[in-house]
């Protein structure tokens, strides 16, 4: 039943999260060996000819202090490939690294992708990886991997639910005997999340910043409940009228009042999946409640919002960065399992 596994009681070799904001990698046994910004820096040496200067990590920190000559690019968009070359430049890149590339030769790779993805772009998925030196690529979805990352009982007949907060997309599905039964996805995440602030400061306190000092304010003071513990912190950006460089204080409230669109398309992506959903199955997530994974689960009182607009139960997941590299772990070292989770292709 299992013959496209080797003999070693194994599934695959390694893990790998093609995240719109990051991509992680696991290697079996080893834990996870990539956590990267899933972004490139380039120059352009003539039109339409770029040359890579830096990937991941050192392309964040080069982009900072040079920013006008190197340019930077995602090649990730909603959790797809939006740009092909670059995103099997960057997986080459970190599959050749020291320490991951004499690990295993020809490796079996595991690639969790967004739910309901077309077969071109799963396609696409699998040539990178085997562009990047794999023999053997499966694809799973990215839910259930966060769905096992977070210790749900996906094997069992109790339906349970995952709300999985991406860099790109929101993913709420249902599982139940290793099946996605229902899976409603938006395209809210945290990128969404940052241009929302952008807005709101721009036309509510014209105030012209970048999504970087987005993204600040999103961690440090961002808040789903925006008139409960109202923090505050400083920011500078360009006065919208003049031009000229301003810093300013901004509260927990005025970042929640930006978020608060986006944090309602997720709410009501959780209402259609139960909507969507079979009574007993529903019965069985009034039980057990809601599991949120990804970064998203990290902005404050996201859990506390969400429980009481929808009335169930809802926690975080342990460490929701990282649950998805998790279950893809997890995932490696269970052969039985990828044979009933992977994707046809």
């Keep these: 039943m299992f013959s496209f596994f080797k003999d070693d009681g194994s599934a695959a070799e390694y ?16 834990g996870i060996v990539v956590n990267e910004p899933t972004l490139i820096a380039f120059t352009e040496i003539s039109p339409g000819k770029r040359r890579v200067v830096a990937i991941g990590l050192e392309a ?41 590339k004499n690990l295993f030769s020809r490796p079996r790779m595991v690639i969790s992708i967004p739910y309901g993805v077309t077969e071109v772009e799963k396609r696409a998925v699998i040539d990178a990886g085997r562009s990047a030196g794999a023999k053997e690529v499966f694809l799973i979805d990215e839910p ?15 339906g349970c639910m995952i709300v999985d907060i991406g860099g790109g997309t929101t993913e709420v599905a249902v599982i139940a005997l290793s099946d996605i039964v229902y899976c409603q996805a938006v395209r809210i995440g ?45 920011v500078s950006g360009r006065d919208a009228g003049t031009g000229l460089s301003r810093t300013m204080e901004v509260t927990s409230e005025d970042v929640g009042n930006a978020m608060d669109a986006c ?41 506390l919002r969400l429980q009481n607009e929808i009335r169930l139960p809802v926690k975080i997941a342990l460490n929701p960065l ?10 490696l070292s269970d052969p039985e399992l990828l044979a009933k989770i992977r994707l046809d292709v």
């Design 263 to 303: 944090v309602r398309d997720i709410i009501n992506a959780i209402h259609l999946a139960l909507e969507n959903t079979p009574p007993e199955l529903v019965s069985d997530i009034i039980d057990t409640g809601i599991v949120l994974a990804g970064g998203g689960a990290l902005i404050r009182d996201i859990d």
């Design 15 to 30: 893990y790998v999260d093609l995240g719109t904001a990051n991509t992680l990698i696991a290697a079996r046994g080893k």
């Design 144 to 158: 259930m991997a966060s769905a096992i990352g977070a210790g749900l009982k996906i094997k069992e007949a109790k």
């Design 190 to 234: 945290g990128n969404r999340f940052d241009e929302a602030i952008v807005d709101h400061m721009k036309h509510k306190k014209n105030l012209i910043i970048s999504e970087t000092t987005a993204e600040f304010l999103k961690i440090q003071v961002g808040t789903a409940v925006p008139k409960k513990d109202i923090r505050s912190t400083e």
């Design 60 to 100: 964040r920190e080069k982009v900072a202090k040079t920013p006008g000559s190197i340019s930077a690019i995602r090649p990730l968009k909603e959790g797809v490939i939006a740009d092909y070359d670059t995103t099997e430049t960057m997986l080459r890149y970190f599959m050749t690294r020291p320490g991951i």
């Design 322 to 331: 990282l649950t998805i590299a998790v279950g893809g772990e997890m995932v």
